[in-house]
């Protein structure tokens, strides 16, 4: 166990919907990374948050957004979705910045149908 | 986005052979990691490299930071049914201690080891 916790573990929508990804972080970590894995794409660094505010920005398309609350957890938005956004959704967080000390949650597997 | 070169792309091993895997990229980067990704989990760390030339073990599993920065090593010894899973390399172009940069990842290596 990571200590990240994603939830749901599981989300089925259809296309043209929105959806919210949650993140709790491993206790006192301040920062938190949004990755998206599929089959032809890979794992893709999406955005990161420390400590409430955007830090790093990746392959993150304009549907979708981020937050990261007071309390250090976060969200991923995704909307207008289209098929090709099926995919597990990670949640990784560190202490600091630096992504190498990063711990990854169990993801979200999204499918939009 | 780019990604890193990582290669095989699988693997079919006995049990108890020796396994190694490797990462390349046109560029540099700072920091390499490895990962290993079992099915429904998220990837978890195995090996943090952050210094060019490093050659760092975590038990049967030794992973190496190239001299040109630009790609590492994992072998595995004397492997075993549990080491069954994904291999991914991943690399970070930020500085340790400091910068924000998410983790660019190669594609995986799968691995099977057939008893």
């Known amino acids: 166990d990571s200590g990240v916790t994603q939830t749901p573990k599981h989300l089925i929508t259809a296309t043209g919907q929105r959806v919210t990804l949650r993140c709790s972080p491993r206790?006192?970590?301040?920062?938190v990374y949004w990755y998206q894995q599929s089959l032809d794409q890979g794992l893709q660094f999406l955005i990161q948050?420390?400590?409430?505010?955007?830090?790093a920005k990746g392959n993150i398309l304009e549907r979708f957004s981020a937050q990261q609350f007071p309390d250090l957890h976060s969200e991923l938005n995704l909307s207008s979705l289209e098929l090709g956004d099926s995919a597990l959704y990670f949640c990784?967080?560190?202490?600091?910045?630096?992504?190498?000390?990063?711990?990854f949650g169990q993801g979200t597997r999204l499918t939009v149908v | 986005g780019q990604q890193l070169n990582q290669s095989p792309q699988s693997m079919f091993i006995q049990e108890g052979e020796d396994v190694s895997m490797n990462c390349t990229s046109s560029?540099?980067?700072?920091?390499w990691l490895w990962y290993k990704q079992e099915p429904g989990e998220g990837p978890v760390l195995l090996i943090a490299?952050?210094?060019?030339?490093e050659l760092t073990s975590n038990g049967r599993l030794t992973a190496q930071f190239g001299i040109t920065r630009k790609d590492s090593f994992l072998n595995i010894s004397a492997s075993i049914p549990s080491d069954v899973g994904i291999y991914f390399c991943?690399?970070?172009?930020?500085?340790?201690?400091?910068?924000?940069?998410?983790?660019?990842f190669g594609k995986g290596t799968h691995l099977i080891i057939q008893p």
């Open positions: 206790s006192g970590d301040l920062s």
């Open positions: 948050y420390y400590n409430g505010e955007e830090r």
């Open positions: 490299l952050y210094k060019a030339g």
């Open positions: 991943a690399g970070q172009r930020g500085r340790a201690g400091g910068g924000a940069d998410g983790l660019t």
């Open positions: 560029s540099i980067f700072n920091t």
């Open positions: 990784a967080s560190s202490p600091r910045t630096g992504a190498y000390e990063a711990f």
